[in-house]
C-alpha cells in the first residue's frame, strides 16, 4: 500500500470550492514549523542593550541582540537562554546544537553521552567580540557582577544504579549512589581571570560575585583531587576548603553579604540503607564548615534529620538560615523477593486522598521536606521546627526577617474535596524564636497570604465575599472591604460554587496598603484600620475598563511609593487595551498612555532607566518587539513572520446578539482576508466559556493540540465564529443551545453566510458542548467533539488520572455546573448526558478520544462512539496512542491538522472524501498507511 508521509501537504489532494483569483495563496501543513515567535526578551539594567530570541515552531532558535536604537545588531544563531551581565557591557547564552544535528542523534538512538553538545558564548556589548567555549552544560551569572561560572557537559556524571521502591522513599536522605562531577570554570568578565575545577557536582555564585561555592566528588582511585565543598574568593583569587569527604552535597547557598555559606551533605558509608543528611554552615571568620544541624540534634523532631531536597536559604540580612526537615525513612527490607511479593492498592475511606492522587503525588511526597530554621551566630544553635505534618504549608514574609512566618493546614478536612473541589484551610501564626503556634483563623475556604514585610495576613473569605487582615503585633482582625459596597468576588460567576476573588495587585513599601482588584478598579486598602480609597479613581468602573497592575520588574518585591505604576486595561464592552500610569502616592485619577486594537504583553522596564521593552500584535499582526519609553514613540526591533505579507490571513471583529431569553452576548468572527460579501463561505463554529476578551490576540498558523486551527481555516475559506456562552445552574447543555445557536442563527442572517455548511467544534468541555448540541438540532452539517463527555452518570464517579482526582466536585462545583450529587438530582445528570439523546443525532460526528487522557476518561468517547456505531449514524473516531487530553507530540498535531481539515473540507465545501473517512485504516496497515488519499 502506498505510504503517505505525515507532512505531506494536503493541497496536493486538498479540494477548495471557494479558490479565488488572489495573490496570496492560503496557508497550507508546510508553513507550520517555519513559523516564528519571540522568547527569552531582556533589557540590560541600563536600558541600552535589548536581547530576545526568534524561535520557529520546529528548527533553530536566533538570538538578536541590539542597543535601545535598534542602529547596532547581531545575530547569533542557535543561541537562547541568555542573560545581560548587571554593568551592561556582556552578555551570555548558551548556543545550541543544530536542530538536524539532533534529529539525526535521535534517529541514530544514540546514548545522551553522545549527543551535540551546547556551546557557551559571551559578547563583549559594543565591540561585538564573541568568544566560544565548546562543551556546555549550563552557566550562572553574578546578579551584582561580571562573575560566570559554567559547568562543562563531559558525560562524567554517572547516572544512579537502578534502586527498588524502597532507595526511592530514601529520596529525602540518601541518592543511590555517588556521583562524579565535571570541569567548572568561573571567569571575570572585564578583567579575564579564569579559574577551573575538576569533579564539579554543583555550584553557587554569590550576588555580588565574590564567592563561589562548589561541590567537588573525585573519582575514588585519583589522588589528585579531594572530594569536598570549596569556596573561591574571586577579588583575591584564592580557594579554600571548608569541608571534606565524599558523599552527596546539595543546596549550597550564599548570603546576601557573600560572609556565609551553608548547604546540606550526607557522607555515610556507600551501603548504608540509610543516609540521612545534615545541614553544614560556614562563615568567613571560620576555618572550616560544621554541622549545625542533624539527626539527634537538640530540637530536631525524634526520628527526623536534615532533607536533602529541602530548599536553604538565609534571611535578608543573612540572621536566619532556613532549611527542611523530614522523617528518616524505614531502611529497605532486603530479605524480601521481589516476584513473590504481591502488588496491590489499597483504598480505605478513611484516607485524606484517593490511592490514585497519592500514587500521583508518591514522589513529591517522597521528597516533602518541612520548614525549620535556626540563628547560625546563635551560640546555642538550637533549630526551630516551624512545619510538621499537621502543617505542611509554610509560608515566610518575603523578607525573611520577620519573626513571624504564616502556616496553612487543611488537616481533617481533605475528603470532602472529592466533591467540595477545594478544601477548608486554618491560617496559624508559628514564632521563629520559639516555635510557638497561633490560630488566627479556623477552617474557612479562603486562601491567606502574609504581607512582604511580616505584620499582616490577609485573606478572601469565598463564603462571605470579604477581605480581612489580621494585624500580627496587635491580634486584631478586620474586614477590609465591608465598606466598599462593590462585589469583590467575581460577578460574573456562573458556576454552582463560591464566587472566587478578582486578586490582589501587590503591597506598598513596609506594609502601609494594600492594593486589590474589584471587577474593575484597585483599592488601596491600609491593612491596619480597612482606610479604602479607589486606587483608580472608579475610571474602571465608571467606563467598563478591567484595569489591573502590570509588574514590570519581575524581581520587584513591593510597589515603590514614587515609581510610576503601569496599568493595563481592557474596554469590557469593545474588547481594546491599553496603558495608564499611576504613582502610589497621587490623589489624581490614572493618566491613559496607549490605547487602541491591539493587545500587549511582557512590559519590563530596565532597571536603572525608565526605558521599557514589550510585544504588540493583534489578530493580523504578529507579536513583535518594541522599545519605548512612554509606549508612544516606539522603535519596533523585531520583524518575526514576514511570510504572513504572502499568504490569505484574515481579520477578527466582534459581534453581538441577544438569545432568546433575552440575554446579551457577544462573540469574535473571523473572516478570511480576501473576504466577498457577494460570496457565501462555510463557517465552522468553535466555542470554549468565553473567549471575546482575545479579540486581539495572534493567532499563529499551528499544528492544533486538538482545538480548531483558527487561522488555518479561515485562510483556507472559512468564516469562524467563537461565541461566547454563559451557563445556568443545572443546565450546561440548554445554556450552550441559547448562546451558541442563537449568535449562528443572527449570523445566519448575512447573505455571504452558507448556511447549509456550517459546522461546530470543541475540545474537552467544548467537545461535550458539541455532543449535545447534535442531540437537540439538526442545523449543523459536521461536528468534531475532541475528548467529550458523552455520559455524565458514568463519568461523574471517575478519576482525573493526570491528577488523581475524583471527577465529582467539578460537577457539583465547577465546570459541569449540575450544582448536585447524581444521586440527589439524576435527572439532570440524564438531561445533561448527550448519550441519552443520540437518537435524535443527524449530523455526522467527529470523536478524539486518547487513551491516556488524564482529564475525561477516554471510555467517554468509545460510549459516544459505539452507541452511534449501533445507531447507524456516521461517526469516527480518532484514537491517539499513548496521547493527553491535549496533543503532546508534534507528529500527532500535524496529523489531527490535516485530518480536520479534510474532514471540514468534505462536509462543508463537497470535497471528496479521504480514505481513512470512507474504508478506514485497518490494523495490519497501520503505521504504514495514513489513509490521507482522497477518494476519486
Given amino acids: 500500500m502506498r505510504r503517505i508521509l505525515l507532512i505531506t501537504c494536503l493541497s496536493a489532494f486538498g479540494f477548495n470550492a471557494f479558490a479565488q483569483k488572489t495573490s496570496k495563496k492560503p496557508l497550507d501543513h508546510t508553513v507550520f514549523d517555519g513559523w516564528q515567535s519571540i522568547s527569552d526578551q531582556r533589557i540590560s539594567n541600563d536600558g541600552k542593550w535589548i536581547l530576545y530570541v526568534i524561535k520557529p515552531q520546529q528548527g533553530d532558535a536566533d538570538l538578536v541582540i541590539t542597543n535601545s536604537k535598534n542602529t547596532d545588531k547581531v545575530h547569533i544563531p542557535r543561541a537562547d537562554t541568555a542573560r545581560f551581565s548587571s554593568d551592561g557591557k556582556f552578555a551570555v547564552f548558551q548556543i545550541r546544537p543544530f536542530y538536524k544535528d539532533t534529529r539525526q542523534a535521535k534517529i541514530k538512538k544514540k546514548k545522551q553521552s553522545e549527543f551535540p553538545k551546547d556551546t557557551l558564548g559571551f559578547i563583549s556589548l559594543g565591540t561585538q567580540s564573541i568568544t566560544k567555549i565548546p562543551s556546555v552544560r549550563n552557566f550562572k551569572i553574578a546578579e551584582h557582577a561580571d562573575v560566570i561560572a559554567y559547568l562543562a557537559a563531559s558525560d562524567t556524571l554517572k547516572k544512579p544504579a537502578p534502586s527498588d521502591t524502597s532507595k526511592k522513599a530514601a529520596g529525602k536522605t540518601v541518592a543511590a549512589t555517588t556521583h562524579e562531577g565535571a570541569e567548572l570554570t568561573v571567569k571575570q568578565l572585564n578583567v579575564k581571570l579564569t579559574r577551573t575545577f575538576k569533579y564539579v557536582t554543583e555550584y553557587q555564585v554569590s550576588k555580588n560575585g565574590k564567592l563561589v561555592a562548589f561541590a567537588v566528588t573525585a573519582p575514588i582511585k585519583q589522588r589528585e583531587v579531594v572530594s569536598g565543598l570549596y569556596v573561591f574568593d574571586v577579588d583575591k583569587n584564592t580557594i579554600k576548603t571548608i569541608s571534606t569527604g565524599r558523599g552527596n552535597y546539595s543546596n549550597v547557598t550564599i548570603d546576601d553579604a557573600s560572609r556565609q555559606i551553608a548547604f546540606t551533605a550526607e557522607k555515610n558509608p556507600e551501603k548504608a540503607l540509610v543516609k540521612p543528611f545534615k545541614l553544614y554552615y560556614y562563615n568567613l571568620t571560620q576555618d572550616s564548615a560544621h554541622v549545625i544541624a542533624a539527626q539527634g540534634f537538640t530540637n530536631m523532631p525524634d526520628k527526623w534529620a536534615v532533607s536533602g531536597d529541602g530548599k536553604v536559604y538565609f534571611s535578608k540580612s543573612g540572621a536566619k538560615l532556613y532549611f527542611g526537615t523530614a522523617p528518616i525513612p524505614k531502611p529497605a527490607d532486603t530479605t524480601i523477593v521481589d516476584f513473590e511479593v504481591a502488588k496491590l492498592d489499597i483504598w480505605n475511606y478513611k484516607d485524606d486522598y484517593l490511592q490514585p492522587q497519592q500514587l500521583k503525588n508518591l514522589q513529591k511526597e517522597l521528597k516533602r521536606s518541612y520548614l525549620a530554621v535556626i540563628k547560625p551566630d546563635d551560640p546555642e544553635l538550637k533549630q526551630v521546627q516551624l512545619g510538621s505534618k499537621a502543617i505542611p504549608e509554610v509560608f515566610v514574609a518575603e523578607n525573611k526577617d520577620a519573626r513571624y512566618v504564616l502556616g496553612v493546614t487543611d488537616t481533617g478536612a481533605r475528603v470532602q474535596a472529592q466533591w467540595e473541589g477545594d478544601t477548608k484551610q486554618q491560617a496559624i501564626l508559628i514564632d521563629t524564636k520559639s516555635g510557638n503556634k497561633h490560630l488566627i483563623n479556623g477552617s474557612t475556604n479562603a486562601r491567606y497570604r502574609i504581607s512582604p514585610d511580616g505584620q499582616y495576613v490577609v485573606w478572601f473569605d469565598l463564603a462571605e465575599q470579604q477581605w480581612y487582615s489580621y494585624t500580627i503585633a496587635t491580634g486584631s482582625k478586620i474586614n477590609l472591604t465591608k465598606s466598599i459596597g462593590n462585589k469583590m468576588g467575581d460577578e460574573l460567576n456562573d458556576v454552582p460554587n463560591f464566587a472566587s476573588e478578582y486578586g490582589v495587585a501587590g503591597w506598598t513599601k513596609d506594609d502601609k496598603a494594600i492594593l486589590i482588584y474589584d471587577r474593575y478598579d484597585i483599592w488601596s486598602i491600609d491593612p491596619a484600620t480597612g482606610d479604602a480609597t479607589n486606587f483608580t479613581n472608579g475610571i474602571g468602573r465608571k467606563n467598563k475598563l478591567i484595569i489591573r497592575y502590570d509588574q514590570t520588574d519581575p524581581e520587584q518585591k513591593f510597589i515603590p511609593s514614587k515609581q510610576l505604576m503601569w496599568l493595563s486595561a481592557q474596554d469590557e464592552e469593545t474588547k481594546q487595551w491599553g496603558y495608564f500610569t499611576k504613582t502610589p502616592e497621587s490623589l489624581e485619577p490614572p493618566k491613559k498612555i496607549a490605547w487602541g486594537k491591539m493587545s500587549y504583553g511582557d512590559l519590563t522596564r530596565a532597571k536603572n532607566s525608565s526605558t521599557y521593552i514589550y510585544t504588540k500584535s493583534n489578530y493580523e499582526l504578529p507579536p513583535d518587539l518594541y522599545v519605548s519609553q512612554d509606549l508612544k514613540n516606539e522603535i519596533k526591533l523585531s520583524d518575526i513572520d514576514p511570510q504572513q505579507a504572502g499568504y490569505n490571513w484574515g481579520t477578527a471583529e466582534l459581534v453581538s446578539w441577544t438569545t432568546p431569553k433575552g440575554y446579551k452576548s ?208 456516521p461517526v469516527w473516531l480518532l484514537q491517539y496512542n499513548g496521547e493527553a487530553h491535549n496533543l503532546v507530540l508534534r507528529q500527532n498535531r500535524k496529523d489531527i491538522t490535516i485530518r480536520e481539515q479534510q474532514y471540514f473540507d468534505h462536509f462543508l465545501k463537497g470535497a471528496p472524501m479521504p480514505v481513512w473517512m470512507a474504508k478506514g485504516v485497518p490494523a495490519v496497515d497501520k503505521g504504514k498507511d495514513w489513509g490521507f488519499e482522497l477518494e476519486k
Fill in 666 to 873: 457577544k462573540g469574535i468572527l473571523y473572516k478570511p482576508e480576501d473576504f466577498d460579501p457577494n460570496k457565501k463561505y462555510p463557517m465552522v463554529v468553535y466555542f470554549y466559556e468565553k473567549l471575546s476578551e482575545g479579540l486581539y490576540n495572534y493567532l499563529p498558523p499551528t499544528p492544533t493540540p486538538s482545538r480548531l486551527p483558527i487561522s488555518f481555516f479561515v485562510s483556507n475559506g472559512y468564516l469562524v465564529f467563537a461565541p461566547d456562552i454563559s451557563y445556568e445552574t443545572g443546565h450546561p447543555g440548554a445554556s450552550a443551545v441559547e448562546f451558541i445557536n442563537s449568535g449562528v442563527e443572527s449570523l445566519k442572517k448575512n447573505a455571504w453566510v452558507d448556511g447549509a455548511h456550517i459546522g461546530i467544534q470543541g475540545q474537552s468541555w467544548g467537545g461535550y458542548q458539541v455532543a449535545y448540541l447534535i442531540t437537540q438540532t439538526n442545523m449543523y452539517a459536521a461536528a468534531w467533539a475532541g475528548a467529550p463527555v458523552a455520559n455524565m452518570t458514568s463519568a461523574y464517579g471517575g478519576i482525573r488520572w493526570e491528577s488523581g482526582l475524583n471527577r465529582q466536585f467539578q460537577y457539583e462545583k465547577t465546570q459541569s455546573r449540575i450544582g448536585a450529587t447524581l444521586w440527589e438530582k439524576p435527572e439532570l445528570y440524564i438531561e445533561n448526558s448527550p448519550l441519552f439523546q443520540l437518537p435524535k443525532v443527524q449530523t455526522p460526528v467527529m470523536i478524539m478520544s486518547n487513551d491516556a487522557d488524564g482529564a475525561v476518561p477516554w471510555y467517554q468517547g468509545i460510549e459516544m462512539f459505539t452507541a452511534l456505531r449501533r445507531l447507524g449514524k
